[in-house]
């Protein structure tokens, strides 16, 4: 007969604006940390380079909308036209196995974790500055100008309704990745070990 883990998985939330550098530390955080990284469906069109970054499950619209209609989202968010969703039970059946499950994911899916889900650990990744921001959206090199300039001022409202919306247990600023991480380590950590 199985036994049951002493205690439950964690349920980690890294989000952030376009361009702030989640992708990155989120794969950075799965090698460090033995961490489920949570894949996400999406409408959204395949591009360039996905492969070389997160992996994403791409479905119709109406298969979506299916999926949503049977209750098989933790969390869903229209952005920029697309919809992405966390798939439900793979990550629970994580988490009771005692596993952490890592959710990337935007600030309205967060706040429905947060609501959901109160023993999540939210984290608000932030750029140093909007100057640094704008110049990592232009370095990304995916979109003209105008959506350049569109993800910016988005960004900026993200941020301002992350701060507000006093769902988020920690903000971490990513001036380099690496510094971002550790501190990120350090805090599941503390998480784990009943410190918050």
Not at 118 to 138: E, K, S
């Amino acid at each position: 007969m199985p036994t049951t883990p002493p205690h439950p998985g964690l349920l980690i939330v890294l989000c952030g604006p376009s361009g702030v550098g989640k992708s990155t530390i989120s794969r950075r955080l799965a090698e460090r940390h033995d961490v489920l990284y949570a894949v996400s469906v999406t409408t959204r069109e395949k591009r360039p380079g996905d492969e070389d970054a997160k992996t994403y499950e791409y479905v119709t619209r109406d298969e979506f909308f299916r999926r949503l209609d049977n209750d098989e989202f933790l969390e869903y968010a229209q952005v920029y036209g697309a919809y992405y969703g966390t798939p439900k039970h793979p990550a629970l059946s994580h988490l009771a196995a005692g596993k952490d499950v890592l959710l990337e994911i935007d600030v309205q899916g967060a706040l429905q974790v947060a609501f959901q889900y109160p023993n999540a650990l939210l984290i608000f990744i932030l750029p140093p500055d909007a100057p640094t921001l704008l110049q990592r959206l232009r370095d990304r090199g995916r979109d003209n100008d105008e959506e350049v300039l569109k993800r910016f001022r988005a960004a900026k409202r993200e941020i301002h309704m992350a701060k507000g919306a006093h769902a988020f247990d920690f903000f971490v600023i990513n001036d380099t990745v690496d510094r971002a991480v550790e501190e990120i380590v350090k805090i599941v950590k503390h998480k784990r070990s009943g410190g918050i």
